[in-house]
């Protein structure tokens, strides 16, 4: 049974950071695509950053710069290190696990940028 449990998201001023960790189980991260996307209120779940099994990272243009996408393979875990943060940040973050033709989603944690 696959699971990604995410967590570390909160609350935190604009200019502040933030790292959510994803740990999978019954998936092998450095073997798949792993993913992080967001959906804010009344919005579209968008891609916010990508590592493919090689290591390759892939980020979405609001975010390039300032947030960091990275693998643990010894825990099996996916990080996502925010920095910079901004009001348009504030969104439930979701960790996603593709391996052809599977793929698979955690609960989602939430981040509120705010004062």
């Known amino acids: 049974q696959v699971q990604l449990v995410e967590s570390g998201g909160g609350l935190v001023q604009p200019g502040g950071s933030l790292r959510l960790s994803c740990a999978a189980s019954g998936i092998i991260p450095s073997l798949s695509v792993m993913g992080w996307y967001r959906q804010a209120p009344g919005r579209q779940r968008e891609l916010v950053a990508t590592?493919?099994?090689?290591?390759?990272?892939i980020y979405t243009d609001s975010v390039k710069g300032r947030f960091t996408i990275s693998r643990d393979n010894a825990k099996n875990t996916v990080y996502l290190q925010m920095s910079s943060l901004k009001a348009e940040d504030t969104a439930v973050y979701y960790c996603?696990?593709?391996?052809?033709?599977?793929?698979?989603w955690g609960q989602g944690t939430q981040v509120t940028v705010s004062l």
């Open positions: 590592i493919m099994s090689g290591g390759t990272t």
């Open positions: 996603n696990g593709r391996r052809w033709p599977l793929e698979y």
